[in-house]
T-cell receptor, first 112, second 113 residues
Framework: SQQGEEDPQALSIQEGENATMNCSYK?????LQWYRQNSGRGLVHLIL?????REKHSGRLRVTLDTSKKSSSLLITASRAADTASYFC????????????FGTGTRLTVIP | ETGVTQTPRHLVMGMTNKKSLKCEQH?????MYWYKQSAKKPLELMFV???????ENNSVPSRFSPECPNSSHLFLHLHTLQPEDSALYLC????????????FGNGTRLTVT
């Protein structure tokens, strides 16, 4: 299936450290998106990166995309306790129809 | 506030009950989605509507019946569910069916007893 797979499944860091999460996928894509989910809530969109882009930034977030390796990474710099959440990557099925397929996520815990 | 409101937040139903989940978006979007989130599993795309027309049905059992009366409202009608259908049901919307972010509601936590 097309869904992305996040790695690691869980990550625990101290406040102020950087957190890196990875995503791998199987087939070609038009775009890849990262979302976060706080416990018991819906997903919130973070960044969208298109297949012809290699890197995007948004505040403390940096996303890279390597289409040759079919992988992406999300870097959160200077983490805060409020960054504690699950992070998901989502890939499309290249039909252009915005059908997004998610992995099981990385559970990030930032310790104050 | 996400702009996408789901009700109820929690629902407990027996296997013989009929219930409905409701989703309303205030973002002026044209596409709406139902996803199922079960523990330890990836989110499952269930149904997609674009301008009120269903465009995707990912082999979802007929005990789940979607309805989209207009671009702002989406329902998921439930009947004769199984315990394995217990999950968080998430509604989302997007500007259109092209490449664009999804805006999610906070979900309905469904428990089937």
């Amino acid at each position: 299936s097309q869904q992305g797979e996040e790695d690691p499944q869980a990550l625990s860091i101290q406040e102020g450290e950087n957190a890196t999460m990875n995503c791998s996928y199987k087939t070609s894509i038009n775009n890849l998106q990262w979302y976060r989910q706080n416990s018991g809530r819906g997903l919130v969109h973070l960044i969208l990166i298109r297949s012809n882009e290699r890197e995007k930034h948004s505040g403390r977030l940096r996303v890279t995309l390597d289409t040759s390796k079919k992988s992406s990474s999300l870097l959160i710099t200077a983490s805060r306790a409020a960054d504690t959440a699950s992070y998901f990557c989502a890939t499309d099925d290249q039909t252009g129809a915005n059908n997004l397929f998610f992995g099981t996520g990385t559970r990030l815990t930032v310790i104050p | 506030e996400t702009g996408v409101t789901q009700t109820p937040r929690h629902l407990v139903m027996g296997m013989t009950n009929k219930k409905s989940l409701k989703c309303e978006q205030h973002l002026g979007h044209n596409a709406m989605y139902w996803y199922k989130q079960s523990a330890k599993k990836p989110l499952e795309l269930m149904f997609v509507y674009n301008f009120k027309e269903q465009t995707e049905n990912n082999s979802v059992p007929s005990r789940f019946s979607p309805e989209c009366p207009n671009s702002s409202h989406l329902f998921l009608h439930l009947h004769t569910l199984q315990p394995e259908d217990s999950a968080l049901y998430l509604c989302a919307s997007s500007r259109d069916r092209g490449i664009s972010p999804l805006h999610f509601g906070n979900g309905t936590r469904l428990t089937v007893t």
